[in-house]
T-cell receptor, first 115, second 107 residues
Framework: EAQVTQNPRYLITVTGKKLTVTCSQN?????MSWYRQDPGLGLRQIYY???????DKGDVPEGYKVSRKEKRNFPLILESPSPNQTSLYFC??????????????FGSGTRLTVV | DAKTTQPPSMDCAEGRAANLPCNHS???????VYWYRQIHSQGPQYIIH???NNETNEMASLIITEDRKSSTLILPHATLRDTAVYYC????????FGKGTMLLVSP
């Protein structure tokens, strides 16, 4: 089944403890992206990647890192999490040629709480 | 900032057509119009997209005005399971989500 898989689904951590949220897609998509969703603020893009070893900042990149060493994986790294990074996170992927695709495929989300 | 304007909420009776409007007056020539929906806190789900022509698939129809400054998503026979937040997005290689329209389908 074509899908984007995020892990973990739920995570509670303490301030300053480094964590990684994994994202993997099995559709050979070039484009991958991370979003966070907060009440009243909608979905905001954190980082995106057009292809392997190519990443760029989205609208809210502060406090986050990403890497794209392989086409299928796009992990989100919080080096020193803070409570304001408590949020619902989504990973998404799509083929780069947008007129041949069906838009983004999203993962099921990761609910992160930083205490 | 999102490039689209949508009403914050709409109601629809079950079995009736739901027509969700979207204004995108600053759309560029190569930007597509996308519609997604999000049920509760699940990952957003792609519905349909188009460039200039009207489009239809098994989920919905997309009507784009000739000047491309607005569009309408039509769910022909809304069901309770269509209750969700619907996002209208314009873009090409990266998509910016606004706050969407909360569609409530009632019995």
């Amino acid at each position: 089944e074509a899908q984007v898989t995020q892990n973990p689904r739920y995570l509670i951590t303490v301030t300053g403890k480094k964590l990684t949220v994994t994202c993997s897609q099995n559709m050979n998509h070039e484009y991958m992206s991370w979003y966070r969703q907060d009440p009243g603020l909608g979905l905001r893009q954190i980082y995106y990647s057009m292809n392997v070893e190519v990443t760029d900042k989205g609208d809210v990149p502060e406090g986050y890192k990403v890497s794209r060493k392989e086409k299928r994986n796009f992990p989100l790294i919080l080096e020193s999490p803070s409570p304001n990074q408590t949020s619902l996170y989504f990973c998404a992927s799509s083929p780069f040629v947008v007129d041949l695709n069906y838009g983004y495929t999203f993962g099921s989300g990761t609910r992160l709480t930083v205490v | 900032d999102a490039k689209t304007t949508q009403p914050p909420s709409m109601d629809c009776a079950e079995g009736r057509a739901a027509n969700l409007p979207c204004n995108h007056s600053t759309i560029s020539g190569n930007e597509y119009v996308y519609w997604y929906r999000q049920i509760h806190s699940q990952g957003p789900q792609y519905i349909i997209h188009g460039l200039k022509n009207n489009e239809t698939n098994e989920m919905a129809s997309l009507i784009i005005t000739e000047d491309r400054k607005s569009s309408t998503l039509i769910l022909p026979h809304a069901t309770l399971r269509d209750t969700a937040v619907y996002y209208c997005i314009v873009g090409y290689s990266t998509l910016t989500f606004g706050k969407g329209t909360m569609l409530l389908v009632s019995p």
